[in-house]
């Protein structure tokens, strides 16, 4: 499948994966900022065009687990229509009072420009029409939520 890609910066960097079986395409920093809802933005001054009927899902690398740092929306969603950067939130993941919401300490340990910062999978995804009904299938686990299963 073809995916067409911009670099929105002379020096941004190529999505690319260690080995030719990983599903996950690297991301890397070209920026680095923060916001008023206490993330630190990194940019990976790149955009896409990718393909009607597929979606780009954005993770946190595995290595980041070394970091203080989580994926602030957990896994990112990058439509087929969206054209701009592609951009991923961290929060930190230690308890941290609040008085400025945009203060970061700098002990919080953070990606670099040009460190790997997640990771993107582009998928397809079916084409779903929602039939409203009054009563659903019996299955076994039946409304049985979390914890349920008793594991």
Same mark, same amino acid.
């Given at each position: 499948m073809e995916v067409k890609i911009k670099k929105l910066y002379e020096d941004s960097i190529l999505p690319t994966k260690a080995h030719a079986t990983d599903a996950g395409y690297d991301l890397y920093a070209h920026s680095k900022s923060?916001? !008023?809802?206490?993330n630190v933005v990194y940019g990976s001054g790149i955009a896409m065009e990718i393909p009607q009927g597929y979606v780009g899902l954005v993770f946190p690398r595995s290595s980041n687990a070394k970091? !203080?740092?989580? +994926?602030s929306n957990s896994v990112g969603v990058i439509d087929s229509g969206y054209r701009g950067?592609? +951009?991923?939130?961290?929060?930190?993941s230690s308890v941290i009072e609040k008085p400025d919401l945009a203060y970061i300490p700098e002990s919080i340990a953070k990606y670099e420009i040009g460190e790997r910062i997640g990771q993107i999978i582009i998928i397809p995804y079916p084409d779903i029409e929602f039939v409203e009904v009054d009563e659903l299938s019996d299955s076994e686990r039946g409304i049985g939520g979390y914890g349920s299963s008793g594991k």
């Open positions: 923060y916001d !008023d809802d206490g970091k !203080d740092l989580i +994926l950067e592609i +951009l991923l939130k961290f929060k930190p």
